[in-house]
C-alpha cells in the first residue's frame, strides 16, 4: 500500500515516514511540503513513485492548502483515499474536507496506531473521522434546518434511547454500515414507522428518528433504493457500525458489505462517510 505524506513542517514528515514506513504492508512512495507539490505527485507523467493509494494531507500549507489540493488530487485522481491531518479541531476544516472529497479526517495528536488503522481503513473504502469532531460536523450539516445533532448509533435505539457518545468511527467498520435483507421491524423511510415523537419525525428501522413530513425518498438521489436498501440507509446515517447493523438486523457480514456496496454505488458515494452526509442533506435520518 502506496502512502504519501504532505506536510510543510519537514519534522513531521520524517515523523511520519518512520512510522508509516515501520509497518510491512505500507511504503512511503514521498512526502512534500505543500498542496502544488501534492497535486504534482499524482499527476500523470510527473509522478516519479507510482501514484499513492493514500495521502496524509495537511491542511493548512504554502502555496496551496490541504483542501484545495484534495479536490484537484481527486480530480486527476478519484481512486486516491486522502486524510486530512491538521493540529487543530475546528468543525470547519473536517466539514470542507470531506466536502472535496476526503475519506477521512484525523488530529496530529492522534495515536501512532489510530493512525496506521486509519490508512488501512480507508484504503479499503471506509471512511475516518476524529471522534471529537463527528458529531459537531454533522451539525453543521443540518444546521440550515434549526435542528439539533444526533449522537451515534446508540441514540438510535428510539425515544427514551441511550444518549451514546459523539460519532466515534470504529476502524475496520468505518462511519455506518449495512444491512437489509431480514429482521428489521416496520418497513423503510417514514411510511414504516413505529412511534411518533413529534410532529415531523416518525422513528424507522432499527429506531432511527427520521422525517414524516416531506418525504425524504423523493430525492432523486434515492430514488433507486430498494425499500431493503433504504432500512439500512438509514442505519448508515445513523452512524451505526457493520456489527451494529448486523445485530439490528439479522444479517451475515457478506450480506452486510453487499447492500454496503449496492447503496454507496447507487448514490455515487465514494464511502460512508459521503452516505452519511447525503441521509442529512436529504433528511433521510433526522437528528434527534
Not at 38 to 46: I, K, T, Y
Not at 71 to 79: G, N, V
Not at 94 to 114: T, V, Y
Request: glycine share 14%; aromatic share 2%.
Amino acid at each position: 500500500m502506496r502512502v504519501l505524506i504532505v506536510d510543510d513542517q519537514p519534522l513531521v514528515r520524517g515523523g511520519f515516514r518512520m512510522l508509516v514506513d515501520s509497518q510491512p504492508d505500507l511504503t512511503v512512495v514521498g512526502d512534500v511540503g505543500d498542496g502544488v507539490a501534492a497535486v504534482d505527485a499524482v499527476r500523470p507523467g510527473l509522478a516519479v513513485a507510482g501514484a499513492p493509494d493514500v495521502i496524509l494531507m495537511d491542511v493548512r500549507m504554502p502555496q496551496m492548502d490541504g483542501i484545495e489540493a484534495t479536490r484537484e488530487i481527486l480530480a486527476l485522481a478519484p481512486q486516491v483515499r486522502i486524510i486530512v491531518l491538521t493540529t487543530f479541531d475546528l468543525d470547519e476544516y473536517a466539514l470542507e474536507g470531506i466536502q472535496a472529497g476526503a475519506s477521512g479526517f484525523l488530529l496530529k495528536d492522534a495515536r501512532p496506531e489510530e493512525l496506521l488503522d486509519a490508512v488501512r481503513t480507508v484504503a479499503r473504502g471506509d471512511a475516518v473521522i476524529a471522534p471529537s469532531t463527528t458529531r459537531r460536523l454533522l451539525s453543521h450539516l443540518v444546521s440550515g434546518a434549526g435542528r439539533s445533532v444526533a449522537t451515534t448509533c446508540e441514540s438510535a435505539d428510539g425515544p427514551g434511547g441511550r444518549s451514546g457518545s459523539a460519532g466515534a468511527v470504529p476502524p475496520g467498520d468505518g462511519l455506518g454500515g449495512t444491512g437489509g435483507s431480514g429482521g428489521a421491524a416496520g418497513g423503510a423511510g417514514a411510511s414504516g414507522g413505529s412511534g411518533v415523537p413529534g410532529a415531523d419525525v416518525m422513528v424507522g428501522p432499527g429506531g432511527v428518528v427520521t422525517s414524516a413530513g416531506n418525504d425524504p425518498w423523493r430525492d432523486p438521489r434515492l430514488q433507486g433504493l430498494t425499500s431493503r436498501e433504504r432500512e439500512v440507509f438509514e442505519l448508515i446515517g445513523a452512524g451505526c457500525s457493520n456489527a451494529e447493523i448486523m445485530q439490528r438486523l439479522f444479517l451475515s457480514e457478506p450480506t452486510v458489505k453487499t447492500h454496503v456496496s449496492h447503496i454507496l454505488s447507487k448514490l455515487q458515494a465514494r464511502d460512508r462517510v459521503q452516505a452519511v452526509v447525503i441521509a442529512y442533506e436529504t433528511g433521510v435520518v433526522l437528528p434527534g
